[in-house]
C-alpha cells in the first residue's frame, strides 16, 4: 500500500470516528440524569475513541513526513 493510499484510509478513518464520537457525545448530553452507570459506560467509550483519533492524527502526521521527505 502506497503512502497516499495510507493517508487516505487514515483520513476517512479520522472522519468516521469524529462523526461516532460527536454522535456518542451528543447522546450522552441528551440522555440527562437516567441511568449514571449506562452514562460512564458512553462517556468512557467516547473517551477511548479519543484515543485512538489521536493515535490516528499521529500516524497521519508521520504519513505526511514521509510522504514529503521530512
Not at 440524569?33 to 467509550?45: K, L
Request: no cysteine; glycine share 8%; aromatic share 0%.
Amino acid at each position: 500500500m502506497s503512502v497516499e493510499d495510507e493517508l487516505r484510509q487514515v483520513e476517512e478513518d479520522l472522519t468516521r470516528l469524529r462523526a461516532q464520537t460527536k454522535d456518542l457525545r451528543d447522546q450522552i448530553g441528551d440522555m440527562g440524569a437516567t441511568d449514571q452507570v449506562e452514562i460512564g459506560a458512553m462517556i468512557g467509550m467516547a473517551d477511548e475513541q479519543e484515543e485512538l483519533i489521536a493515535d490516528l492524527e499521529r500516524r497521519r502526521d508521520d504519513l505526511l513526513r514521509r510522504r514529503d521527505g521530512g
